[in-house]
Structure formats: structure tokens, C-alpha cells
């Protein structure tokens, strides 16, 4: 079993939408969790920190639901720069600091 | 404030030939950790060095690959005798390892070819 699992997508939207990604972690021990972003296979840039109790970031929203082992991201009023990859990132308590897990990502177009 | 440098930014290798493919941390990092995307993968963790030090190098294949992070320059992914399926972007990242930072600053990686 993979360590993190994502809906590949596509997920294709029109300018305005709300979209929400999910993504299931394997290791229970798991104690860190983050959104990366990527475009056209350049490199990841963090999109965000996920938190317990859940946290927004402008358009952003993450959520942890440790007892379901389950991350959600949700996008409002999307853009089409919001176009890309969206990686799903956890660590496990004790792994190397560092060492993270991602997921094959999903998938997002934006349409005007 | 320059980010994480990697170079060169596309390798093309013969099979059997090496590739080296080099990094250098952001500014005040100190960690280096090295991962591998191969076509429509994750990306997958190789390598985390410090200076001098490999710290955790349990996602590095058995044989052919190697890594380091010398005391002056950047640090160096070695791959010998290169396969086909060797074909990946590389990626590097460092991070302040401050205590509870997790978070990595990625390069814009190494894409390697092997013909």
C-alpha cells in the first residue's frame, strides 16, 4: 500500500469554482502535512501547512482528519492560475526530518 | 537571496556513461536532501545529507548511485553507468532544519535522459 493516495484527475473547472481534493496517508504515526504545489514538472513549492484543528489560507482551506487518515484541500473562487498539480506531503514521527512521503497528486485546469 | 541552485538543468546520458548532478543549498542551509520523480510518479526520497555527513540515504538504490555534500562546494547526486530507467527528474532540497521545520525549499531540478 502506498504510503499517501490521491485522485490523479484530471479535475477540470470553470473560473469561479469550488473544487476540493482529497488525499488518504497510510502511516498512523504520521505527525506532519503539507499541500505542495507543481507545475508542468518544475519543482514543488509548499502551499500549505495542514494543522489539526483545520486552517485557511486566503482562497485555501486544509483539512486533517487523523482518525480517517484523511487531508482534504479546497479551492473557492478558482483562478486560472490555480492551474496546476496539487501534491498531497506527510512525514512520520521519527522519519528523518525532511523525509516526506508525496502523493502522485491531482490534477487541476482552471477554464476561463 | 538566491534559492536552491541545481545544475545543469537537462543531462542526457548514453547508457553506461555517469551523470553528475549538482546542488547547492539556499543561503544558511545546511541540509541537503535529494528526490527522484520518475514519469508520472511522486516524487520519491533518495538522500538527506549534511555537511560531510549522509544522514539517512535508505531511499538511494543499492548500486550505482551515490551522494555527497562536501565541506566546500555544493553538494553531488553520482549516478554510474547510467540504464534507461534512470530517466527522472532530479530534485534537491534544503531546508534550515530549525527545530520543527519540516518544510523544504526545492530546486528546479535535473531532468536526466538516458538514450
Known amino acids: 500500500r502506498k504510503e499517501v493516495e490521491q485522485d490523479p484527475g484530471p479535475f477540470n473547472v470553470p473560473e469561479g469554482a469550488t473544487v476540493a481534493f482529497n488525499c488518504t496517508y497510510s502511516n498512523s504515526a504520521s505527525q506532519s502535512f503539507f499541500w505542495y504545489r507543481q507545475d508542468c514538472r518544475k519543482e514543488p513549492k509548499l502551499l500549505m501547512s495542514v494543522y489539526s484543528s483545520g486552517n485557511e489560507d486566503g482562497r485555501f482551506t486544509a483539512q486533517l482528519n487523523r482518525a480517517s487518515q484523511y487531508i482534504s484541500l479546497l479551492i473557492r473562487d478558482s483562478k486560472l492560475s490555480d492551474s496546476a498539480t496539487y501534491l498531497c506531503?506527510?512525514?512520520?514521527?521519527?522519519?528523518?526530518?525532511?523525509?516526506?512521503?508525496f502523493g502522485r497528486g491531482t490534477q487541476l485546469t482552471v477554464w476561463p | 537571496n538566491a534559492g536552491v541552485m541545481q545544475n545543469p538543468r537537462h543531462l542526457v546520458r548514453r547508457r553506461g556513461q555517469e551523470a553528475r548532478l549538482r546542488c547547492s543549498p539556499m543561503k544558511g542551509h545546511s541540509h541537503v536532501y535529494w528526490y527522484r520523480q520518475l514519469p508520472e510518479e511522486g516524487l520519491k526520497f533518495m538522500v538527506y545529507l549534511q555537511k560531510e555527513n549522509i544522514i539517512d540515504e535508505s531511499g538511494m538504490p543499492k548500486e550505482r548511485f551515490s551522494a555527497e555534500f562536501p565541506k566546500e562546494g555544493p553538494s553531488i547526486l553520482r549516478i554510474q553507468q547510467v540504464v534507461r530507467g534512470d530517466s527522472a527528474a532530479y530534485f534537491c532540497a534544503s531546508s534550515p532544519q530549525t527545530e520543527g521545520s519540516e518544510k523544504l525549499f526545492f530546486g528546479s531540478g535535473t531532468q536526466l535522459s538516458v538514450l
Open positions: 506531503v506527510v512525514n512520520g514521527r521519527g522519519s528523518t526530518l525532511g523525509r516526506l512521503y
